[in-house]
């Protein structure tokens, strides 16, 4: 067996088609893999949430993926975008040249490494269905809140003694 073939990539393929043709299925997503990023393959669109923009060259994104993963608290910085592409929060086209935020990567790239996001999404504060941007205060209540144990920020009842 072929060490290189993407077995995940097969089954999602055999399970949208119902085909039983294994060997096809293997040749399509060969082909898909060298000029598609991962995270581009998959029939759905991943969830992408702006929680933070903790300084104007850094946000701090939340990336849910069934190809990709999830990266739930990822940092995303601002960069020229070398080559045209397409936001994943608003679906608009991304010329060579403009402002993007782009995940962080120290060491190896994580799977959503290639994905940008248009700086001046942000800065407009568009957010189609789907994808969202969290204002800077709301990202830090949410955390706060979080950090307290409540989604609310209450505490939890106190236990009654029971007689």
């Given at each position: 067996m072929d060490c290189a073939v993407d077995v995940w990539g097969m089954t999602v393929a055999r399970l949208g088609r119902g085909s039983a043709n294994v060997q096809g299925?293997?040749?399509?997503?060969?082909?898909?893999?060298s000029?598609?990023?991962?995270?581009q393959e998959s029939t759905g669109k991943p969830v992408v949430r702006v929680l933070d923009k903790p300084t104007p060259q850094t946000l701090i994104v939340s990336w849910c993926d069934a190809r990709s993963g999830h990266y739930g608290y990822q940092t995303w910085r601002a960069v020229v975008a070398r080559k045209r592409g397409m936001c994943v929060l608003t679906g608009h086209l991304i010329k060579a040249g403009e402002m993007v935020y782009k995940p962080r990567s120290?060491?190896?790239?994580p799977a959503n490494g290639d994905a940008m996001i248009l700086a001046e999404s942000?800065?407009?504060g568009k957010a189609p269905a789907g994808s969202s941007?969290?204002?800077?205060?709301?990202?830090?209540?949410?955390r706060a809140n979080a950090a307290e144990g409540g989604a609310f920020g209450a505490d939890p009842p106190a236990p009654r003694d029971v007689i």
């Open positions: 299925s293997a040749r399509v997503s060969a082909l898909t893999a000029s598609a990023p991962r995270w120290e060491g190896q790239p942000i800065h407009a941007v969290v204002s800077e205060a709301a990202g830090r209540r949410e």
